[in-house]
């Protein structure tokens, strides 16, 4: 047990799908994983494990914004030993291709300043997606329904935003869309050896004002939970 995981040693898969949304990870794990088991309940952040075609998978909220993610991607790696772990989260859309409920695969995160900052200091690292991951979700990606686009996000720290002339920019840039945990995920693999990944559903369009229910976002984004599956256990 952790100050803010109460699963046993062992409880915790070596891959771990991490949603924002901890009613989200219940969702999922009901609907994909075989005998899924509740191994934490600390704080209301739900976490299931169980199995996918034989192969073990923890699916665990990382709540919202990347302080709270570092907390679980933390402990989940250093105390509990995942190895492997993919962000299943929602987004919003930042380019006029990209459509309601497309999924993007997310290459590398731009950010204003992670939780790393402090340890990075004067270096502009730049998280990036582990290639095997990214490379079998594209794969993946062809075998279902979903429109998928892979390149760069940005995370953001808020999501009522005030800057126009920053999104401006980041979609002139090319920027897929907008979440709030990814690029602290990528750094915290990359400081750790592991792989990790994010794949992303579109639920808001910030150039159409698009947007999907709470109920959807939580219990409709299968594509890219499968997704995800298929590319950990390639
Ligand atoms: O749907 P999740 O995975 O929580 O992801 C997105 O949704 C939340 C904001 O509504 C933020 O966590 C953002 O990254
Ligand atoms: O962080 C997020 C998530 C979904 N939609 C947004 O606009 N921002």
Request: charged share 20%.
């Amino acid at each position: 047990m952790t100050v803010h995981i109460g699963a046993e040693p062992g409880q915790i898969a070596e891959t771990v799908l991490m949603p924002g949304d901890p009613l989200r990870a219940e969702w999922a794990a009901n609907t994909f994983l075989d005998d899924p088991v509740c191994v934490n309940r600390v704080r209301g952040m739900l976490g299931f494990t169980g199995t996918w075609k034989g192969n073990r998978v923890t699916i665990h909220g990382s709540g919202m914004g990347m302080p709270s993610l570092s907390i679980y991607a933390n402990e989940l790696i250093r105390d509990y030993g995942a190895k492997t772990l993919i962000r299943i989260g929602s987004c919003g859309a930042m380019q006029e291709h990209v459509g309601i409920r497309d999924v993007i695969v997310a290459m590398t995160a731009s950010s204003l300043s992670t939780p790393s900052r402090g340890i990075f200091r004067e270096l502009n690292f730049a998280p990036c997606a582990d290639y095997g991951l990214l490379n079998a979700a594209v794969e993946a990606a062809k075998g279902t329904g979903a429109t998928c686009h892979v390149g760069g996000i940005y995370s953001s720290d808020v999501f009522y935003d005030e800057r126009p002339d920053l999104t401006e920019m980041m979609t002139r840039h090319g920027i897929l869309g907008v979440e709030m945990e990814a690029a602290e995920l990528y750094n915290l693999a990359a400081r750790h050896g592991v792989r990790a990944l994010a794949v992303l559903t579109v639920s808001d369009h910030l150039l159409t004002q698009e947007a999907l229910p709470s109920e959807d976002r939580q219990s409709s984004f299968g594509d890219m939970v499968q997704i995800a599956l298929e590319a950990a256990f390639s």
